[in-house]
Protein backbone atom coordinates (compact mmCIF):
# COMPACT_ATOMS: atom_id res chain seq x y z
CA UNK A 1 0.00 0.00 0.00
CA UNK A 2 1.12 3.47 -0.74
CA UNK A 3 -0.28 6.28 1.42
CA UNK A 4 -0.17 10.15 -0.12
CA UNK A 5 -0.71 13.01 2.11
CA UNK A 6 -0.56 16.70 1.20
CA UNK A 7 -3.02 19.06 -0.71
CA UNK A 8 -1.40 17.26 -3.81
CA UNK A 9 -2.97 13.91 -3.25
CA UNK A 10 -6.02 14.35 -5.38
CA UNK A 11 -4.52 15.86 -8.62
CA UNK A 12 -2.14 12.89 -7.98
CA UNK A 13 -4.20 10.64 -8.22
CA UNK A 14 -5.64 11.89 -11.15
CA UNK A 15 -2.77 12.47 -12.93
CA UNK A 16 -1.72 8.39 -12.10
CA UNK A 17 -5.59 7.53 -14.17
CA UNK A 18 -6.27 10.13 -16.38
CA UNK A 19 -10.11 10.51 -17.22
CA UNK A 20 -11.22 8.83 -14.32
CA UNK A 21 -13.23 11.18 -11.63
CA UNK A 22 -12.19 11.01 -7.90
CA UNK A 23 -14.23 8.07 -6.24
CA UNK A 24 -16.24 9.15 -2.88
CA UNK A 25 -14.45 9.75 -0.01
CA UNK A 26 -13.71 6.25 1.78
CA UNK A 27 -14.78 3.80 -1.32
CA UNK A 28 -12.58 1.57 -2.44
CA UNK A 29 -12.53 1.39 -6.25
CA UNK A 30 -10.41 -0.02 -8.61
CA UNK A 31 -8.07 1.63 -10.78
CA UNK A 32 -5.68 1.58 -13.42
CA UNK A 33 -2.41 3.03 -12.55
CA UNK A 34 -0.73 4.47 -15.88
CA UNK A 35 3.15 5.25 -16.22
CA UNK A 36 4.89 7.91 -18.05
CA UNK A 37 4.12 6.81 -21.32
CA UNK A 38 0.39 5.51 -20.79
CA UNK A 39 1.12 2.11 -20.67
CA UNK A 40 -0.97 -0.07 -17.15
CA UNK A 41 1.86 -0.08 -14.57
CA UNK A 42 -0.72 -1.84 -11.72
CA UNK A 43 -4.02 -2.25 -10.91
CA UNK A 44 -5.52 -1.55 -7.50
CA UNK A 45 -7.68 -0.43 -5.33
CA UNK A 46 -7.98 3.52 -4.44
CA UNK A 47 -9.46 4.93 -0.97
CA UNK A 48 -9.83 8.53 -0.43
CA UNK A 49 -10.10 10.54 2.59
CA UNK A 50 -10.82 14.29 2.38
CA UNK A 51 -9.52 16.49 4.35
CA UNK A 52 -9.96 17.08 7.95
CA UNK A 53 -10.86 13.52 8.07
CA UNK A 54 -8.36 11.52 7.68
CA UNK A 55 -5.27 10.78 9.59
CA UNK A 56 -3.13 13.59 8.90
CA UNK A 57 -6.12 16.38 8.87
CA UNK A 58 -4.55 16.68 5.30
CA UNK A 59 -6.03 14.95 1.60
CA UNK A 60 -5.01 11.39 1.93
CA UNK A 61 -5.22 8.64 -0.30
CA UNK A 62 -4.37 5.20 -0.47
CA UNK A 63 -3.25 2.81 -2.99
CA UNK A 64 -3.51 -0.63 -2.33
CA UNK A 65 -1.49 -2.99 -5.15
CA UNK A 66 -0.63 -6.36 -5.85
CA UNK A 67 2.11 -6.08 -3.85
CA UNK A 68 5.14 -6.97 -5.82
CA UNK A 69 8.38 -5.14 -4.92
CA UNK A 70 8.79 -4.17 -8.68
CA UNK A 71 5.88 -2.93 -9.46
CA UNK A 72 5.32 -1.15 -5.74
CA UNK A 73 9.00 0.67 -6.69
CA UNK A 74 7.80 1.85 -9.93
CA UNK A 75 4.84 3.06 -8.46
CA UNK A 76 6.39 5.38 -6.25
CA UNK A 77 8.79 6.28 -8.37
CA UNK A 78 5.90 7.60 -10.81
CA UNK A 79 4.28 9.22 -7.42
CA UNK A 80 7.74 11.10 -7.12
CA UNK A 81 8.00 12.25 -10.59
CA UNK A 82 3.86 13.42 -9.91
CA UNK A 83 5.64 15.54 -7.54
CA UNK A 84 5.20 13.51 -4.47
CA UNK A 85 8.22 13.37 -1.60
CA UNK A 86 9.07 10.18 0.37
CA UNK A 87 7.63 10.80 3.62
CA UNK A 88 10.09 10.92 6.55
CA UNK A 89 10.11 8.15 9.64
CA UNK A 90 6.84 9.37 11.59
CA UNK A 91 5.79 12.36 9.14
CA UNK A 92 2.06 10.84 8.57
CA UNK A 93 1.55 10.95 13.01
CA UNK A 94 3.60 13.86 13.47
CA UNK A 95 1.45 16.11 10.63
CA UNK A 96 -1.85 14.64 12.58
CA UNK A 97 0.01 16.00 15.66
CA UNK A 98 0.27 19.62 13.95
CA UNK A 99 -2.49 19.91 12.42
CA UNK A 100 -4.86 18.84 15.62
CA UNK A 101 -6.04 15.51 14.97
CA UNK A 102 -4.07 13.87 17.64
CA UNK A 103 -1.79 15.58 20.86
CA UNK A 104 1.74 13.95 21.06
CA UNK A 105 1.02 11.57 24.01
CA UNK A 106 -1.43 10.23 21.26
CA UNK A 107 1.51 10.09 19.05
CA UNK A 108 3.56 7.98 21.14
CA UNK A 109 0.89 5.44 21.54
CA UNK A 110 1.45 5.07 17.78
CA UNK A 111 4.77 4.14 18.07
CA UNK A 112 3.71 2.40 20.89
CA UNK A 113 1.47 -0.03 19.79
CA UNK A 114 3.49 -0.82 16.85
CA UNK A 115 6.73 -1.81 19.16
CA UNK A 116 4.64 -3.68 21.92
CA UNK A 117 6.01 -7.13 22.75
CA UNK A 118 3.17 -8.59 24.94
CA UNK A 119 -0.94 -8.19 24.40
CA UNK A 120 -1.05 -6.32 27.69
CA UNK A 121 1.72 -3.54 26.20
CA UNK A 122 -0.30 -3.61 23.05
CA UNK A 123 -3.73 -3.01 25.11
CA UNK A 124 -2.04 -0.42 27.26
CA UNK A 125 -0.86 1.53 24.10
CA UNK A 126 -4.60 1.44 22.28
CA UNK A 127 -5.75 3.18 25.81
CA UNK A 128 -3.06 6.14 25.53
CA UNK A 129 -3.58 6.09 21.46
CA UNK A 130 -7.23 6.97 22.22
CA UNK A 131 -6.29 9.90 24.34
CA UNK A 132 -7.07 8.72 28.11
CA UNK A 133 -3.93 9.31 28.91
CA UNK A 134 -3.34 12.82 27.46
CA UNK A 135 -7.00 13.90 28.50
CA UNK A 136 -5.62 12.92 32.37
CA UNK A 137 -2.79 15.60 31.83
CA UNK A 138 -4.94 18.21 30.16
CA UNK A 139 -7.31 18.07 33.18
CA UNK A 140 -4.08 18.48 35.56
CA UNK A 141 -2.80 21.05 33.54
CA UNK A 142 -6.59 22.92 33.65
CA UNK A 143 -6.37 22.44 37.47
CA UNK A 144 -3.28 23.92 37.67
CA UNK A 145 -4.90 27.02 35.67
CA UNK A 146 -7.26 27.62 38.39
CA UNK A 147 -4.66 27.71 41.12
CA UNK A 148 -2.26 29.81 39.20
CA UNK A 149 -5.29 32.24 38.79
CA UNK A 150 -5.94 32.48 41.94
CA UNK A 151 -2.63 32.52 43.47
CA UNK A 152 -1.46 35.66 41.32
CA UNK A 153 -5.22 36.86 42.84
CA UNK A 154 -3.55 37.14 45.82
CA UNK A 155 -0.57 39.55 44.56
CA UNK A 156 -3.08 42.56 43.77
CA UNK A 157 -4.17 42.53 48.11
CA UNK A 158 -1.84 43.58 50.72
CA UNK A 159 -0.63 40.55 52.97
CA UNK A 160 -2.77 41.41 55.49
CA UNK A 161 -6.29 41.41 53.35
CA UNK A 162 -5.03 38.10 52.24
CA UNK A 163 -6.22 35.44 55.19
CA UNK A 164 -4.53 33.14 56.27
CA UNK A 165 -7.22 30.29 55.50
CA UNK A 166 -7.24 30.99 51.62
CA UNK A 167 -3.62 30.07 51.01
CA UNK A 168 -4.28 26.92 53.43
CA UNK A 169 -7.13 25.89 51.85
CA UNK A 170 -5.10 26.78 48.44
CA UNK A 171 -1.96 24.63 48.94
CA UNK A 172 -3.97 21.62 50.39
CA UNK A 173 -6.04 21.76 46.93
CA UNK A 174 -2.76 21.82 45.69
CA UNK A 175 -1.57 18.70 47.17
CA UNK A 176 -4.57 16.64 47.17
CA UNK A 177 -5.39 17.74 43.23
CA UNK A 178 -2.39 17.44 41.60
CA UNK A 179 0.57 16.73 44.06
CA UNK A 180 -1.19 13.34 45.05
CA UNK A 181 -2.27 11.76 41.60
CA UNK A 182 1.11 13.16 39.58
CA UNK A 183 3.17 11.11 42.55
CA UNK A 184 0.56 8.12 41.77
CA UNK A 185 1.23 8.53 38.18
CA UNK A 186 4.66 8.78 39.14
CA UNK A 187 4.70 5.05 40.83
CA UNK A 188 3.89 3.77 37.71
CA UNK A 189 6.36 4.52 35.44
CA UNK A 190 8.54 1.33 36.70
CA UNK A 191 6.01 -0.83 35.51
CA UNK A 192 4.90 1.24 32.65
CA UNK A 193 8.67 1.44 31.24
CA UNK A 194 9.20 -2.20 31.29
CA UNK A 195 6.32 -3.12 29.46
CA UNK A 196 7.81 -1.28 26.19
CA UNK A 197 11.20 -1.53 27.03
CA UNK A 198 11.39 -4.95 28.51
CA UNK A 199 13.71 -6.56 31.04
CA UNK A 200 16.81 -8.92 31.68
CA UNK A 201 17.04 -11.47 34.59
CA UNK A 202 20.27 -13.56 35.21
CA UNK A 203 20.18 -16.76 36.40
CA UNK A 204 22.97 -17.64 38.39
CA UNK A 205 24.88 -20.67 40.84
CA UNK A 206 26.82 -23.56 41.28
CA UNK A 207 27.12 -25.99 38.55
CA UNK A 208 24.51 -28.59 38.33
CA UNK A 209 21.92 -26.86 40.15
CA UNK A 210 19.28 -26.36 37.83
CA UNK A 211 19.46 -23.34 36.46
CA UNK A 212 19.28 -24.49 32.60
CA UNK A 213 15.97 -26.86 33.98
CA UNK A 214 14.05 -23.97 35.31
CA UNK A 215 14.86 -21.87 32.38
CA UNK A 216 13.25 -24.10 30.44
CA UNK A 217 10.25 -24.57 32.58
CA UNK A 218 9.58 -20.98 32.74
CA UNK A 219 10.05 -20.65 29.14
CA UNK A 220 8.26 -23.30 28.37
CA UNK A 221 10.06 -25.57 25.95
CA UNK A 222 13.23 -27.06 25.71
CA UNK A 223 15.44 -24.23 25.40
CA UNK A 224 18.63 -25.30 27.18
CA UNK A 225 20.32 -28.61 27.00
CA UNK A 226 19.88 -30.34 30.24
CA UNK A 227 22.38 -32.56 31.47
CA UNK A 228 23.89 -34.28 35.16
CA UNK A 229 27.89 -33.24 34.18
CA UNK A 230 28.53 -29.64 35.68
CA UNK A 231 30.21 -27.41 33.03
CA UNK A 232 27.61 -28.53 30.24
CA UNK A 233 26.13 -24.25 30.31
CA UNK A 234 30.05 -22.69 29.04
CA UNK A 235 28.39 -19.75 27.36
CA UNK A 236 25.63 -17.05 28.08
CA UNK A 237 22.04 -18.56 27.01
CA UNK A 238 19.18 -16.71 26.60
CA UNK A 239 15.53 -16.87 26.28
CA UNK A 240 12.35 -14.78 25.65
CA UNK A 241 9.15 -14.86 26.75
CA UNK A 242 6.31 -12.78 28.70
CA UNK A 243 5.92 -12.62 32.46
CA UNK A 244 2.83 -10.68 33.60
CA UNK A 245 2.49 -9.07 30.20
CA UNK A 246 5.87 -7.73 30.67
CA UNK A 247 8.60 -9.05 27.80
CA UNK A 248 11.67 -10.52 29.70
CA UNK A 249 14.75 -12.16 28.71
CA UNK A 250 16.24 -14.81 30.62
CA UNK A 251 20.15 -15.26 30.74
CA UNK A 252 20.99 -18.52 31.49
CA UNK A 253 24.67 -18.67 32.82
CA UNK A 254 27.68 -20.68 33.27
CA UNK A 255 28.24 -22.48 36.95
CA UNK A 256 29.79 -20.40 39.63
CA UNK A 257 32.88 -22.64 40.28
CA UNK A 258 36.66 -22.54 40.49
CA UNK A 259 38.23 -24.52 37.09
CA UNK A 260 41.34 -24.96 35.61
CA UNK A 261 39.59 -25.16 31.79
CA UNK A 262 39.99 -22.25 29.98
CA UNK A 263 37.02 -22.09 28.37
CA UNK A 264 34.63 -22.68 31.45
CA UNK A 265 37.04 -19.62 33.17
CA UNK A 266 35.52 -17.53 30.40
CA UNK A 267 32.38 -19.00 30.79
CA UNK A 268 32.07 -17.99 34.69
CA UNK A 269 33.42 -14.33 33.50
CA UNK A 270 30.58 -13.81 31.18
CA UNK A 271 28.09 -14.90 33.73
CA UNK A 272 29.69 -12.46 36.23
CA UNK A 273 29.45 -9.79 33.69
CA UNK A 274 25.63 -10.72 32.67
CA UNK A 275 24.88 -10.41 36.86
CA UNK A 276 26.17 -7.01 36.42
CA UNK A 277 23.84 -5.97 33.55
CA UNK A 278 20.96 -7.74 34.25
CA UNK A 279 17.38 -5.78 35.54
CA UNK A 280 17.60 -8.78 38.45
CA UNK A 281 19.55 -11.54 39.22
CA UNK A 282 18.09 -14.99 40.46
CA UNK A 283 20.20 -17.09 42.72
CA UNK A 284 19.71 -20.70 42.47
CA UNK A 285 20.80 -23.47 45.00
CA UNK A 286 20.31 -27.09 44.92
CA UNK A 287 18.31 -28.36 47.64
CA UNK A 288 20.08 -31.82 47.75
CA UNK A 289 23.67 -29.97 48.33
CA UNK A 290 24.28 -27.43 50.95
CA UNK A 291 27.30 -26.40 49.77
CA UNK A 292 26.00 -24.66 47.12
CA UNK A 293 22.95 -22.44 49.34
CA UNK A 294 26.01 -19.52 49.93
CA UNK A 295 24.27 -16.92 48.17
CA UNK A 296 26.02 -14.59 45.97
CA UNK A 297 25.99 -10.73 46.74
CA UNK A 298 24.23 -9.31 43.88
CA UNK A 299 21.47 -11.89 44.02
CA UNK A 300 17.61 -9.83 44.18
CA UNK A 301 16.03 -13.27 44.42
CA UNK A 302 16.99 -16.50 45.99
CA UNK A 303 15.56 -19.99 44.79
CA UNK A 304 15.90 -23.42 45.85
CA UNK A 305 15.37 -26.01 43.69
CA UNK A 306 15.15 -29.80 43.47
CA UNK A 307 12.44 -29.71 46.21
CA UNK A 308 11.23 -33.33 44.40
CA UNK A 309 14.20 -34.51 45.45
CA UNK A 310 14.28 -33.85 49.18
CA UNK A 311 12.31 -32.58 51.98
CA UNK A 312 13.09 -29.24 51.97
CA UNK A 313 12.70 -27.98 56.12
CA UNK A 314 13.94 -24.61 56.22
CA UNK A 315 15.05 -22.29 53.92
CA UNK A 316 14.74 -18.73 55.25
CA UNK A 317 14.87 -15.87 52.05
CA UNK A 318 14.47 -18.90 49.50
CA UNK A 319 11.89 -19.75 47.41
CA UNK A 320 11.39 -23.61 47.21
CA UNK A 321 11.00 -24.67 43.54
CA UNK A 322 11.16 -27.98 41.47
CA UNK A 323 11.73 -27.10 38.03
CA UNK A 324 10.88 -30.56 37.38
CA UNK A 325 7.38 -30.92 38.75
CA UNK A 326 6.88 -26.97 38.31
CA UNK A 327 5.81 -26.90 42.01
CA UNK A 328 6.91 -23.03 43.33
CA UNK A 329 7.14 -21.95 39.76
CA UNK A 330 3.72 -19.74 40.39
CA UNK A 331 5.11 -18.12 43.35
CA UNK A 332 8.30 -17.45 41.76
CA UNK A 333 6.74 -15.66 38.38
CA UNK A 334 4.90 -13.73 40.78
CA UNK A 335 8.24 -12.78 43.09
CA UNK A 336 9.86 -11.69 39.75
CA UNK A 337 7.01 -9.54 38.19
CA UNK A 338 6.40 -7.67 41.46
CA UNK A 339 10.29 -6.83 41.65
CA UNK A 340 10.03 -5.26 37.82
CA UNK A 341 7.10 -2.85 39.44
CA UNK A 342 4.28 -5.20 38.38
CA UNK A 343 1.26 -4.01 40.47
CA UNK A 344 -2.45 -3.29 40.27
CA UNK A 345 -4.04 0.32 39.43
CA UNK A 346 -6.87 1.48 39.48
CA UNK A 347 -6.74 3.96 36.58
CA UNK A 348 -4.20 1.91 34.38
CA UNK A 349 -4.82 4.39 31.20
CA UNK A 350 -2.57 7.27 33.70
CA UNK A 351 0.03 4.62 33.18
CA UNK A 352 3.14 6.70 32.69
CA UNK A 353 5.39 4.81 29.57
CA UNK A 354 7.75 6.94 28.35
CA UNK A 355 10.98 7.73 29.85
CA UNK A 356 9.71 11.73 28.35
CA UNK A 357 6.84 11.69 30.13
CA UNK A 358 7.88 10.55 33.66
CA UNK A 359 10.99 12.95 33.43
CA UNK A 360 8.26 15.94 32.79
CA UNK A 361 6.02 14.71 35.75
CA UNK A 362 8.86 14.30 37.96
CA UNK A 363 10.09 18.07 37.04
CA UNK A 364 6.46 19.32 37.56
CA UNK A 365 6.03 17.70 40.73
CA UNK A 366 9.73 19.45 41.98
CA UNK A 367 7.99 22.62 40.47
CA UNK A 368 4.79 22.47 42.33
CA UNK A 369 6.46 22.15 45.79
CA UNK A 370 8.68 24.56 45.28
CA UNK A 371 5.56 27.11 45.11
CA UNK A 372 4.00 25.34 47.93
CA UNK A 373 7.29 26.51 50.05
CA UNK A 374 6.90 30.30 49.02
CA UNK A 375 3.18 30.90 48.73
CA UNK A 376 2.97 31.96 52.30
CA UNK A 377 5.83 34.84 51.77
CA UNK A 378 4.55 37.89 50.42
CA UNK A 379 7.86 38.58 49.42
CA UNK A 380 8.27 35.40 47.49
CA UNK A 381 4.25 34.77 45.91
CA UNK A 382 5.32 35.95 42.70
CA UNK A 383 8.34 33.64 42.71
CA UNK A 384 5.26 30.79 43.82
CA UNK A 385 3.24 31.50 41.02
CA UNK A 386 6.15 31.31 38.48
CA UNK A 387 7.03 27.86 39.63
CA UNK A 388 3.02 27.07 39.21
CA UNK A 389 3.37 27.87 35.35
CA UNK A 390 6.63 26.43 34.93
CA UNK A 391 4.79 23.33 36.43
CA UNK A 392 1.92 23.86 33.55
CA UNK A 393 4.66 23.96 30.83
CA UNK A 394 6.33 20.83 31.82
CA UNK A 395 2.88 18.73 32.03
CA UNK A 396 2.33 20.67 28.59
CA UNK A 397 5.33 19.03 26.80
CA UNK A 398 3.84 15.59 27.02
CA UNK A 399 0.78 16.46 24.86
CA UNK A 400 3.38 18.88 22.78
CA UNK A 401 2.90 22.19 24.45
CA UNK A 402 5.51 24.36 24.52
CA UNK A 403 8.88 24.41 22.21
CA UNK A 404 7.02 22.28 19.61
CA UNK A 405 9.51 22.03 16.91
CA UNK A 406 12.14 20.45 19.53
CA UNK A 407 9.80 18.47 20.75
CA UNK A 408 8.59 16.90 17.96
CA UNK A 409 12.02 16.15 16.32
CA UNK A 410 13.30 14.48 19.84
CA UNK A 411 10.08 12.00 19.22
CA UNK A 412 9.65 11.09 16.00
CA UNK A 413 13.45 10.58 15.16
CA UNK A 414 12.41 7.20 17.07
CA UNK A 415 9.56 6.33 14.75
CA UNK A 416 9.39 3.68 11.38
CA UNK A 417 9.04 5.00 7.62
CA UNK A 418 5.01 4.48 7.02
CA UNK A 419 3.13 6.04 10.30
Same mark, same amino acid.
Given at each position: ??? /?S??????? /?????P??????P???????W??????????????R??????? #? &??????L?G? &???V??????Q??FR???????P &?????????????D???????????DA??????????????G??????????S???G??AHL?????????????L????L?????????????????T?????? $???G???????????????????L????????????G #???????????????? /???????GL???????E??G /??????????????????????P???E???????????????T?????????V?????G??L???R?? $??? $????????????????????????????QL????????????????A??????W?S??????????????????????? &??
Amino acid at each position: MVR /VSGPRANSI /VQALSPGKELPPPRQAVLRNWLDDSGEVLDQGLLIRFPAPDSY #T &GEDVAELHGH &GSPVLMRALLQRIFRLGAQAASP &GEFTRRAVENGKMDLSQAEAVAAAIDAATLRAAKLAQRQLHGDFGRRISELMSLLTGHVAHLEACLDFPEDEVPPLFLEELAQAVRAGLLEPLNAMLATAHLGER $LFEGATIAFIGAPNVGKSSLLNALAGYERAIVSDMPG #TTRDLLEVDFELHGIP /VRIVDTAGLRASRDMIEQEG /VRRAETAAEHADLVVFVADAIRPETWEAHEKADVLVMNKSDLTEVRAAPGFIVISASTGDGLDQLRDR $LAR $LLGDASFSDESAIVTRERHRQSIETAINQLQAGLSMMNSESEMDLAATEWRAAWTSLGEILGIGDVEHILDRVFSEFCI &GK
